[in-house]
């Protein structure tokens, strides 16, 4: 039971991780270019192409205000926004800490960094970033949220369990961190704390729907389906809207092999917002599954329109494109871009990964 409940709920750690808001400071005119005409009409313009979605045009756009003035640190980290947006996390940590050497005091700024290379694995470097932030702003719950989910990254659960009640009392995620907390607890063995705490927080938040997954996820290690299935069911219906829990209920279904539930809540998450690479991913991963190889390769490649720097989408591309007659070529060359791309990461386990599936295809 502990390994089934380690295996998933840390799946939830990661959804909580990746869900977590990125408060990220976008660029503001600089007082020194005040009077610079085209430099407010580069910003501008910048601005509503990533309201728009357009992020290619709108960091080069960025970048041309750059000839402009190259002292606004609000500009790199507008720069930095894109970059993370795109999925594209070595350069945001290299424009927010641009950012920082123009303004070290902006805990805004030390939050980006953090998420940053938390999400390139570098877990020292990104609590060290958290830690910055909060000595500008120890009220700051989101940088404490942060610091905990890298610090259970590194194996130190017990201060990230008191860094995340530290969060929990400032109250002001709806709840959420509690489910961080129960993973925090069940990883030194805790798993009757942890289910408590998750109680506790459902009663307290009862419009939680995370909350509610995470009390789903824990009640199927204990082998409760009946239960498990009830949690999971009321927090797809709390968070209609929102595509990641309809993902993440649908990840669970999946698994469980209710394939038409799963369908069901991915659809919904794809209809919810046509520009989700995780929605499309995941409606790939069930087309893959069912060896609907051409649909699947359709869903992965909308996915790629829309982060076109993750290795994970590359890689489940050239899967899909295996499965297909005389694709073996096209195969190859998404696992390649996909090796690529996490070895820029630094990732060797998924180079070795995919170098084993290229030996296989060649």
């Known amino acids: 039971m502990n390994h089934f409940l380690r295996t998933t709920a840390l799946s939830g750690l990661l959804l909580l991780a990746a869900a977590t808001p990125v408060v990220i400071a976008r660029p503001a005119a600089a007082q020194s270019a005040a009077n610079n005409e085209q430099f407010r009409q580069l910003l501008e313009r910048g601005r509503t192409l990533v309201e728009a979605g357009n992020y290619a045009e709108a960091l080069r756009t960025y970048q041309q205000a750059l000839f402009y003035e190259r002292r606004d640190p609000k500009l790199y980290s507008g720069i930095g926004y894109i970059y993370a947006l795109q999925g594209n996390y070595q350069e945001a940590a290299q424009a927010y800490r641009q950012a920082l050497y ?19 694995g570098d877990h020292a470097n990104a609590a060290l970033a958290y830690r910055h932030s909060l000595q500008l702003d120890p009220n700051r719950a989101d940088s404490r949220i942060g610091l905990g989910v890298v610090l259970m990254r590194q ?23 509690y489910g961080l907390m129960a993973i925090a607890l069940l990883e030194q063995d805790q798993g ?10 459902v009663q307290r938040y009862p419009n939680n729907g995370r909350l509610k997954l995470q009390l789903g996820i824990f009640m ?48 919904r998450a794809a209809a919810l917002t046509d520009d989700s690479p995780q929605a499309q991913m995941a409606i790939g991963d069930l087309l893959l599954d069912q060896e609907a190889y051409l649909a699947a390769v359709v869903a992965y490649r909308r996915a790629l329109e829309l982060a076109p ?17 005389n694709r073996a070529g096209e195969a190859i060359t998404a696992l390649q871009m996909a090796r690529e791309l996490y070895g820029r990461r630094g990732d060797r386990a998924g180079v070795e990964r995919i170098e084993a599936l290229l030996n296989e295809l060649d």
Not at 232 to 245: C, G, H, V
Not at 309 to 325: I, V
């Open 102 to 120: 123009l303004d070290s005091r902006n805990p805004d700024f030390h939050y980006a960094l953090a998420y940053s290379l938390g999400q390139l």
């Open 309 to 325: 720097n993750n290795p994970d989408l590359y890689f489940r591309l050239g899967l899909a494109l295996s499965g297909r007659d």
């Open 220 to 267: 199927l290690g204990l082998g409760d389906r009946e239960a498990a299935l009830r949690w999971l069911s009321e927090a797809a219906r709390l968070d209609a809207q929102n595509p990641e829990t309809q993902i993440a209920v649908g990840r669970l279904l999946q698994e469980q092999g209710n394939l038409v539930a799963a369908e069901t809540l991915y659809r």
């Open 192 to 201: 009757r704390n942890a289910l408590s705490l998750l109680e506790q927080a």
């Open 155 to 177: 194996g130190y659960f017990a201060p990230a369990y008191e860094t995340l009640a530290q969060a929990a009392r400032l109250d002001t995620d709806g709840g959420n961190v």
